[in-house]
């Protein structure tokens, strides 16, 4: 790798941590510089500003990740293991509180519209490829289609962040096994056969209804 490629790779990678670790406030460029050890010349040939950087961090976490990538999911079984491999992934430290990027949009200034705009936008972009994998899995018949692929998608984003927030309160990942292990089990519920009329298959006005309560029980959260 090119020295200077490397040089900011490094500087994305240390900001990724320190931004989850001490928030926006809490880490300026001169904290970045001297705790990677590199001259201030050598920042801000990379990154114009400190926004600059929130910008890349988040670039390249919404590439690397697996939370923001899932991989080619066909059947039922492929979302269910990329859930439990989500989880698996949450136990690193750059989780610790709670689910980084979301947590970035919360702390940007108010004068930051453009940036929150652009985080709002990736986020969108997700939410978006988790519904036409619902659409996909509605179409090889793993899923039922009573229900839309928007409401799933919406619920399974709610599902993962509003556990990222129960593990961060409750010091514990613990919430966010029980927020995956409700969601593979509510998705599980939709994947069945027809029912009979002894046993309905959640309707979207249903399960809009948990979603909204789910959303109540969550402090902290952020759509």
Same mark, same amino acid.
């Given at each position: 790798m090119e020295k200077?490629?490397?040089?900011?790779?490094?500087?994305?990678? +240390?900001?990724?941590?320190?931004?989850?670790?001490?928030?926006?406030?809490?880490?300026?460029?001169?904290?970045?510089?001297?705790t990677i050890g590199i001259g201030k010349s050598q920042?801000?040939?990379?990154?114009?500003?400190?926004?600059?950087?929130?910008?890349?961090?988040?670039?390249v976490q919404l590439q690397n990740r697996t939370l923001y990538n899932p991989p080619q999911i066909r059947t039922l079984?492929?979302?269910?293991?990329?859930?439990?491999?989500?989880? =698996?992934?949450?136990?690193?430290?750059?989780?610790d509180n709670g689910c980084p990027i979301i947590n970035l949009i919360g702390q940007l200034?108010? =004068?930051?519209?453009? +940036?929150?705009? =652009?985080?709002?936008?990736?986020?969108s972009g997700w939410e978006k490829e988790i519904h036409q994998i619902f659409a996909l899995l509605?179409?090889?018949?793993?899923?039922?289609?009573q229900v839309a692929p928007d409401i799933l998608a919406a619920a399974t984003q709610a599902a993962i962040f509003g556990g990222f927030s129960r593990a961060k309160h409750q010091g514990s990942r613990q919430g966010l096994k029980q927020a995956i292990d409700g969601l593979i089990s509510l998705i599980g519920?939709?994947?069945?056969?027809?029912?009979?009329?002894?046993?309905?298959?959640?309707?979207?006005?249903?399960?809009?209804?948990?979603?909204?309560?789910?959303k109540k029980r969550v402090t902290g959260f952020c759509p």
């Open positions: 200077q490629q490397l040089v900011k790779s490094n500087i994305v990678a +240390l900001g990724a941590e320190l931004f989850a670790q001490k928030g926006l406030a809490g880490t300026s460029v001169d904290t970045v510089i001297k920042f801000y040939s990379q990154f114009r500003s400190k926004t600059d950087l929130i910008s890349e961090v988040v670039k079984a492929d979302l269910h293991q990329w859930l439990r491999d989500v989880q =698996e992934e949450a136990k690193d430290s750059y989780f200034p108010a =004068e930051e519209d453009r +940036l929150r705009a =652009e985080l709002k936008e990736s986020l509605q179409k090889t018949g793993e899923v039922s289609s519920s939709v994947g069945k056969a027809p029912p009979s009329t002894a046993q309905r298959i959640p309707t979207s006005t249903a399960i809009t209804d948990k979603l909204t309560k789910s």
